[in-house]
């Protein structure tokens, strides 16, 4: 059974930084790339960034520069790192993944994480 588990969400200000983490088990992870979405409060979900297997990187406009995703396949966790926060960056983050490639549509991801809130506060 495929699972992962986000943690590292919380409350920042704005201006601040955040590093999340998703653990994920019961796949190979290093065959995988790994998504991260995101949705505000009222909002659909939409893409944030991903890494592929070859650590080839893929970010939204709206985070470029700002956020970073890295994985690690020695301990099967893919990470995104968050700085300059604003207000917009509030919402739930989700880590994904059942992709052999980058992709930024949702129908591309079969296994989903639970989530982690990220609150910034101006």
């Known amino acids: 059974q495929v699972q992962l588990v986000e943690s590292g969400g919380g409350l920042v200000q704005a201006g601040g930084s955040l590093r999340l983490s998703c653990a994920v088990s019961g796949r190979t992870f290093s065959r995988y790339a790994m998504g991260w979405f995101r949705q505000a409060p009222g909002k659909e979900r939409e893409f944030v960034g991903t890494?592929?297997?070859?650590?080839?990187?893929l970010y939204a406009d709206s985070v470029k520069g700002r956020f970073t995703i890295s994985r690690d396949n020695a301990w099967n966790t893919a990470y995104l790192q968050m700085n300059s926060l604003k207000d917009d960056d509030t919402g739930v983050y989700y880590c994904a993944t059942g992709t052999t490639r980058n992709s930024v549509y949702e129908r591309d991801y079969d296994y989903w994480g639970q989530g982690t809130q990220v609150t910034v506060s101006s």
């Open positions: 890494i592929s297997w070859t650590r080839y990187t």
